[in-house]
């Protein structure tokens, strides 16, 4: 059975290098010239209201490229409640309004061009830069899916272990180096309570505060998660919305708010990781963006696979819509 395993790991890493050597930045130069203009202005409309929507779409383009590739999949809306989006984990995804306004501006200009798989990928890019994170160049050439199913939805939840987590990440091609680096994103945005509830006062059912866990930061959250209805704190609790290294900071000093956050900083395979980010915060930007890049290519369709959907919500009339 470990031979089995083995070929398979090994077969689907090499398709995932030839699919993503077709991507290239600037894929768009010749068919849509303005498309990433295009998109970069709706996301800076969105940004200057609501810098939330940084965490929402990097949110998005990670639950996306972790099911099935990065195939635009968790866009799919579904009457049956049966597709991608109505998984658990992706009820909370929100920024699917910002997607189809990009994708109704770029079709206005090219129609049937640009894939929804690449308007996540680079409106996610320019929400990270104008968060104050790094702004690189987005290899494009993606292809939309013809499949989004409920069943397929597994992804890390935030009370594994670096173990267990890295399992996950593993599978998809990505390094140790790669999970810690873009667990970063969670240098914006926020976790409703239920998600770190057990942490503050009954860690472990043991009646007590995680040990983990800095007493003051318990205490201030705990104080947060009683004020109403599963309601949300900061991930990161200093430079709560910009792209930055103080997360990992944070950590250092027991201050991660999910689980796998502080485990992180506490686990010997993943603390000299942690530790050279909090201490050099011009090592985080870089990184952050070759792993996002990275990310990105997993298991794309490119060529002629699937297609290019006219609407992101629905699969193009002229297929046969597969929802499992």
């Not at 930045?25 to 609501?50: H, L, M, T």
Request: hydrophobic letters at 40%; a positive charge.
């Amino acid at each position: 059975m470990e031979k089995i395993v083995v070929v398979l790991v090994f077969w689907c890493s090499i398709n995932i290098g030839i699919a993503s050597a077709q991507l290239q930045v600037g894929f768009y130069n010749s068919r849509c010239p303005k498309a990433e203009s295009i998109i970069r202005g709706v996301v800076q409309q969105r940004f200057n209201r609501d810098r939330s929507i940084t965490p929402a779409l990097l949110r998005m383009h990670f639950h996306d490229c972790f099911v099935r590739g990065c195939d635009a999949s968790i866009l799919i809306d579904s009457k049956s409640k049966s597709a991608e989006k109505d998984a658990g984990p992706n009820l909370t995804v929100r920024g699917f309004d910002l997607i189809d306004a990009a994708k109704k501006a770029v079709e206005a200009a090219c129609a049937s061009t640009v894939s929804c798989a690449d308007i996540i990928t680079l409106a996610t890019r320019d929400a990270v830069a104008l968060a104050g994170g790094p702004n690189y160049a987005v290899p494009t050439g993606r292809r939309d899916g013809l499949v989004s199913n409920i069943n397929d939805v597994s992804l890390p939840g935030p009370q594994e272990s670096v173990a267990q987590a890295f399992s996950e990440f593993r599978r998809k091609g990505l390094t140790l180096n790669d999970m810690v680096t873009l667990l970063g994103a969670h240098t914006v945005g926020v976790a409703h309570c239920s998600f770190f509830q057990d942490r503050l006062s009954n860690f472990q059912g043991s009646g007590k505060p995680d040990p983990t866990m800095d007493p003051g930061l318990a205490a201030r959250l705990l104080r947060i998660c009683g004020t109403g209805n599963d309601p949300t704190a900061f991930l990161d609790q200093g430079t709560s919305f910009t792209v930055d290294n103080q997360f990992y900071n944070q950590t250092v000093f027991k201050r991660g708010i999910l689980q796998i956050d502080q485990e992180l900083a506490l686990d010997r395979s993943s603390r000299p990781i942690v530790s050279a980010f909090a201490s050099n915060k011009a090592a985080f930007p870089p990184s952050f963006a070759a792993a996002l890049i990275k990310m990105g290519k997993i298991q794309v369709l490119v060529g002629s696979a699937g297609e290019i959907r006219k609407n992101c919500r629905a699969f193009n009339p002229k297929r046969t819509p597969r929802l499992n």
